[in-house]
């Protein structure tokens, strides 16, 4: 949720920004909370699945990973077309801040052990 925030965050920076130095520390933000967030979830899928299914697994993964970014760039570039660049932006950092709320709500409810 930490990461899914910063990358939210960047992002709300970024679009926002007044000047190119808010512009460069919103990407920067943004480009790690993503690479990281990215990375540290695929681990945990990678170490939560058996070896057996693990190609299948992460086939699966990578299809839903990557098969979401041709429609995302379409819909982005038609906001910025229609509102603007900032509004693209924002509209961009929502599905983040969904995933970063609903990331804190399920730890929310998980059992301390």
Do not use: K
């Not at 990678?46 to 098969?67: C, K, N, P, Q």
Request: proline share 4%; charged share 10%.
């Amino acid at each position: 949720a930490a990461l899914l925030g910063l990358l939210t965050g960047g992002t709300v920076l970024f679009a926002l920004a007044g000047g190119l130095p808010q512009l460069l520390v919103g990407a920067v933000l943004a480009g790690f909370g993503y690479l990281t967030s990215q990375t540290r979830t695929t681990t945990l899928l990678y170490r939560t699945i058996s070896d057996h299914e693990r190609g299948r697994v992460m086939a699966l993964w990578t299809m839903a990973f990557i098969g979401t970014r041709p429609l995302a760039s379409l819909v982005d570039g038609l906001i910025g077309s229609a509102f603007g660049v900032r509004v693209a932006a924002l509209a961009m950092a929502v599905p983040a801040a969904c995933a970063c709320v609903l990331s804190l709500a399920m730890d929310r409810r998980r059992p301390l052990s």
